[in-house]
Structures are given as structure tokens and as C-alpha cells.
T-cell receptor, first 114, second 115 residues
Framework: AQTVTQSQPEMSVQEAETVTLSCTYD???????LFWYKQPPSRQMILVIR??????QNATENRFSVNFQKAAKSFSLKISDSQLGDTAMYFC???????????FGAGTRLTVKP | EAGVAQSPRYKIIEKRQSVAFWCNPISGHATLYWYQQILGQGPKLLIQ????????DSQLPKDRFSAERLKGVDSTLKIQPAKLEDSAVYLC?????????????FGSGTQLSVL
């Protein structure tokens, strides 16, 4: 069974600084996707970034980048130049190619301080 | 492009009562998901539809939960009778296709409180 673990329930960062959120996962599959979703108080899950496991190059989206270590089954999210609007819950998620059951971690609550 | 619409936004009921949630996915999206998100946890898949057929309902408590997607568009999720442990946010999501390149679009959810 696939599991996703986020070991940091809460984190905080000063505005304009950089923060890294951790995620590890467990799977016997070789082909899968990894995601980071942001959930603000509005509750809507917003896709931040996606990584395909067969790609060695780490995905980047503007201020967001990942450090994907397939052998270690680690998928951390780095937020650069943090903004107040980045304050939210962040969920790491996993999905295999053939099974569309997206598994989520328990989340990390990120607070960006002015 | 309109997003995934859900209603109601909040619902408070007493245990053993019934409740229904409604979801309208993004136009043209074939796949629809219902997730349950208990406070302090990540979302857990309850049921997945492909058009109007059920793809996966292995984690749906079928003794009290039911869902349908008539005509392959809107969907309703029902709980009958509700228990205290059903208190959660119920998220609906949709995606254009199934298999290999999923990008899920989520609604804002319905927050259910069972007293």
C-alpha cells in the first residue's frame, strides 16, 4: 500500500525568506506522480507543483521547486521569497499511473510572518 | 472557465439524520471524485466515477454512504444515517481524463458537523 508522510505539522517563515517542507512516501511502484497541493482557509485544494517519477529533473514553478530523491522516496517542496499569501496548509500527494486513488499526507500548516 | 461547484458550503445535523451534498464538475470533465477530509488529516478518497460509472468505491462505507452521478455530469453524495465520526469536509474534484496524466481540480468542499 502507498503511504505519504509529512513529518512537520506546522512551520513558519519570515516574509521574503525560503522554507522547505518535507515529504516521504512508500511504494513498490516504479511509475507514479507526486504532487504538492495548497489548501487556504477557503478549503479549495490548489495544485502547486507536480513531478513525474520517471523524470530526473526537479520540477519548478516560479517560486516553487521540488527536491525529488526517488531512491530515498523523498519529495520536498521549497518556497523561495515567501509571501503572505503563501500561508496555508500544504499537502503532499502520490498517485500511480494506473490507479487514480490520490493518497495525501496529513499536511503541514505554513505561516508566513510579516 | 468555471470551477468545480459544491453545495451547501456548511451543514449541521444531528446524529442519525440524513444529509446530501451536491457537486457540479468542470464542464467536459469525465472523472469525478469525492474525498472526505477529517480535521487534521489529508483528504481520503471515498468514490471515483468515470462518466456515470463507478471506478473505485472501495473506501466508501456502503452501509451509510451512497453516491450517484446520473447522466455523467452532476453528482450527489448521501449519508444516511449520519454518525459523529462523519464530521468532516467533503471535497469534490474532477479531471479531464483518467489514466496517466491526472490533474485534479477541487471544489471548496462542504463542511459537515454532526452533533
Amino acid at each position: 500500500a502507498q503511504t505519504v508522510t509529512q513529518s512537520q505539522p506546522e512551520m513558519s517563515v519570515q516574509e521574503a525568506e525560503t522554507v522547505t517542507l518535507s515529504c516521504t512516501y512508500d511504494t513498490s511502484e516504479n511509475n507514479y506522480y507526486l504532487f504538492w497541493y495548497k489548501q487556504p482557509p477557503s478549503r479549495q485544494m490548489i495544485l502547486v507543483i507536480r513531478q513525474e517519477a520517471y523524470k530526473q529533473q526537479n520540477a519548478t514553478e516560479n517560486r516553487f521547486s521540488v527536491n525529488f530523491q526517488k531512491a530515498a522516496k523523498s519529495f520536498s517542496l521549497k518556497i523561495s521569497d515567501s509571501q503572505l499569501g503563501d500561508t496555508a496548509m500544504y499537502f503532499c500527494a502520490f498517485m500511480t499511473y494506473n490507479n487514480n486513488d490520490m493518497r495525501f499526507g496529513a499536511g503541514t500548516r505554513l505561516t508566513v510572518k510579516p | 472557465e468555471a470551477g468545480v461547484a459544491q453545495s451547501p458550503r456548511y451543514k449541521i445535523i444531528e446524529k442519525r439524520q440524513s444529509v446530501a451534498f451536491w457537486c457540479n464538475p468542470i464542464s467536459g470533465h469525465a472523472t469525478l471524485y469525492w474525498y472526505q477530509q477529517i480535521l487534521g488529516q489529508g483528504p481520503k478518497l471515498l468514490i471515483q466515477f468515470q462518466n456515470n460509472g463507478v471506478v473505485d468505491d472501495s473506501q466508501l462505507p456502503k452501509d451509510r454512504f451512497s453516491a450517484e452521478r446520473l447522466k455523467g455530469v452532476d453528482s450527489t453524495l448521501k449519508i444516511q444515517p449520519a454518525k459523529l465520526e462523519d464530521s468532516a469536509v467533503y471535497l469534490c474534484a474532477s479531471s479531464p481524463d483518467r489514466g496517466g496524466n491526472e490533474k485534479l481540480f477541487f471544489g471548496s468542499g462542504t463542511q459537515l458537523s454532526v452533533l
